[in-house]
T-cell receptor, first 111, second 115 residues
Framework: QKEVEQNSGPLSVPEGAIASLNCTYS??????FFWYRQYSGKSPELIMS????GDKEDGRFTAQLNKASQYVSLLIRDSQPSDSATYLCAVESGGSYIPTFGRGTSLIVHP | DTAVSQTPKYLVTQMGNDKSIKCEQN?????MYWYKQDSKKFLKIMFS???????INETVPNRFSPKSPDKAHLNLHINSLELGDSAVYFCASSQDPLRGVNEQFFGPGTRLTVL
């Protein structure tokens, strides 16, 4: 059974701080990794995808992947109240078509 | 110019009824999905179609039947609705998962309430 684990939170950070969201996965052959943001009452939207070990930066967001340790993380720099949402980690084995989602981490950025 | 659309947005119905949810995508993607998100916000895949062909059918009661008339549409029909079917149902599409391009684009969701 493929599992994707996330701390449900809430993770509370002050405005302007770095928010660090973590995700671990059980399937060693996983190849594709995604972070989605879901505002309350809305649908998930893709923030970043990462496929190889290391860091990938996009604006204030950085995804970090460590396949040996089977974790992927998302850093949000200069956190804003508008970043308050649930962040879903999704992991997929190559060619499986099936992304497995974690339960999400609730992030609260307070002014 | 919504990328993935679903109708209806809200659906309130009695136990035992049959209902359908429609989904359309205008992204030109080959693959479409249905997900169920329960009250605990857990997002679980139900079905996936690639070019109108069923490729994923997770453990879902056979009261749920997807239909894909063409690759831009994937509808979900639910027979004999039960209380436990109450959830938010999301349609999604992705470009080319077989080649690793599997970023999911989600529709706005359909909130189903069974009374």
């Amino acid at each position: 059974q493929k599992e994707v684990e996330q701390n449900s939170g809430p993770l509370s950070v002050p405005e302007g701080a770095i928010a660090s969201l973590n995700c671990t996965y059980s399937d060693r052959v996983s190849q594709s990794f995604f972070w989605y943001r879901q505002y309350s009452g809305k649908s998930p939207e893709l923030i970043m995808s990462i496929y190889s070990n290391g860091d990938k930066e996009d604006g204030r967001f950085t995804a970090q992947l460590n396949k040996a340790s089977q974790y992927v993380s998302l850093l949000i720099r200069d956190s804003q109240p508008s970043d308050s949402a649930t962040y879903l980690c999704a992991v997929e084995s190559g060619g499986s078509y099936i992304p497995t989602f974690g339960r999400g981490t609730s992030l609260i950025v307070h002014p | 110019d919504t990328a993935v659309s679903q109708t209806p947005k809200y659906l309130v119905t009695q136990m035992g009824n049959d209902k359908s949810i429609k989904c359309e995508q205008n992204l030109g993607h080959d693959t479409m999905y249905w997900y169920k998100q329960d009250s605990k916000k857990f997002l679980k895949i139900m079905f996936s179609y690639n070019n109108k062909e069923l490729i994923i059918n997770e453990t879902v009661p056979n009261r749920f039947s997807p239909k894909s008339p063409d690759k831009a549409h994937l509808n979900l029909h639910i027979n004999s609705l039960e209380l436990g079917d109450s959830a938010v149902y999301f349609c999604a599409s992705s470009q080319d998962p077989l080649r690793g391009v599997n970023e999911q684009f989600f529709g706005p969701g359909t909130r189903l309430t069974v009374l």
